[in-house]
Nanobody, 125 residues
């Protein structure tokens, strides 16, 4: 069973910052698109950000654009999500994911084959 290990969640005040990390096995990290999704209480899981292996292109949901930054360290097989200017509506469990989706379906959950266990982010007002 392939495991992605995500970490870094916590409790932060509105306007604060957190950095999430996700470590993947080498054979998964190479050539895979790495993404972050989140699920708030009572809501469906939604796309947050992704970075493709080729050219390292990055993509963001409109709700986080300009506040969150996704990056990958290929030497450490790790992807990061730097979250700034956090808002209470960012409160959710954040999941990292790995897959090889075409661009057209990159934001869709079924496009990803491997998932982390999730890390809780709570933003207080």
């Amino acid at each position: 069973q392939v495991q992605l290990v995500d970490a870094g969640g916590g409790l932060v005040q509105a306007g604060g910052s957190l950095t999430l990390s996700c470590a993947a096995p080498r054979h998964i990290f190479i050539g895979y698109t790495m993404g972050w999704f989140r699920q708030a209480p009572g809501k469906e899981r939604e796309f947050v950000a992704a970075t493709r292996w080729s050219a390292g292109n990055t993509y963001y949901a409109d709700s986080v654009k300009g506040r969150f930054t996704i990056s990958r360290d290929n030497a450490k097989n790790t992807v990061y999500l730097q979250m700034n200017s956090l808002k209470p509506e960012d409160t959710a469990i954040y999941y990292c994911a790995a897959g090889r989706p075409p661009y057209s379906v990159m934001t869709m959950i079924p496009s990803y084959n491997y998932w982390g266990q999730g890390t809780q982010v709570t933003v207080s007002s």
